[in-house]
């Protein structure tokens, strides 16, 4: 079964400083990853996603994560915190590669962002 | 330019009755799935298709059905509500089986179940 997991459910950074959100996942076959943006009362947005091309993939907003295989890892980060980024996130797996099209989301991470 | 639809945005219940919530998308996406947003629990799989009579179950399916008969819309049905189905529910569409990967969500479905 799949499965990620996203330590910290809120995390506060000062505007300027390094955002670094945190996901490891589980999955018996290779996955696809995703980050998702949710901001209040809206649908979800795609961030990033990880499909087995280059290991570190750049987003939308300054926003990057790296795949770690051997950490089973897939942390998001962004060098300089904006006020703009208060949302919050979701890291997402599937594996259609493997024959499953479940696509299951973490529990969200809440950032917050102090000027 | 609308993407996936979903009405209706707002909905009160009493315990025992039924409704159906609806999704419709226009962008010819074999995937459709319904998830429901639930405070510290984040998103949840009820129910998902990989095309036209094609559906299988999520992590949460107990009191909800759905079908698709149309590549276009997969409505969710709760036949008996309860006050625990009381969440945000969202619809998501996407490229998922053959192609990038990636979710389209609609903008939720806010259900009271009294």
């Known amino acids: 079964a799949q499965s990620v997991t996203q330590l910290g459910s809120h995390v506060s950074v000062s505007e300027g400083a390094l955002v670094l959100l945190r996901c490891n996942y589980s999955?018996?076959?290779?996955?696809?990853l995703f980050w998702y943006v949710q901001y209040p009362n809206q649908g979800l947005q795609l961030l990033l996603k990880?499909?087995?091309?280059?290991?570190l993939v750049k987003g939308i907003n300054g926003f990057e994560a790296e795949f770690k295989k051997s950490e089973t890892s897939f942390h998001l980060t962004k060098p300089s915190a904006h006020m703009s980024d208060a949302a919050e996130y979701f890291c997402a797996v599937n594996s259609p590669r493997g024959g499953t099209y479940k696509y299951i989301f973490g529990t969200g991470t809440r950032l917050k962002v102090l000027a | 330019n609308a993407g996936v639809t979903q009405t209706p945005k707002f909905q009160v219940l009493k315990t025992g009755q039924s409704m159906t919530l609806q999704c419709a998308q226009d962008?010819?996406?074999?995937?459709m799935s319904w998830y429901r947003q639930d405070p510290g629990m984040g998103l949840r799989l009820i129910h998902y298709s990989v095309g036209a009579g094609i559906t299988d179950q999520g992590e949460v399916p107990n009191g909800y059905n759905v079908s698709r008969s149309t590549t276009e819309d997969f409505p969710l049905r709760l036949l008996s509500a309860a006050p625990s189905q009381t969440s945000v529910y969202f619809c998501?569409?996407?490229?998922?089986?053959?192609?990038?990967?990636?979710?389209?969500f609609g903008e939720g479905s806010r259900l009271t179940v009294l």
């Open positions: 990880y499909t087995s091309a280059a290991t």
């Open positions: 998501a569409s996407g490229p998922v089986v053959r192609g990038t990967g990636e979710l389209f």
């Open positions: 962008m010819n996406h074999e995937y």
């Open positions: 999955s018996s076959v290779p996955p696809y």
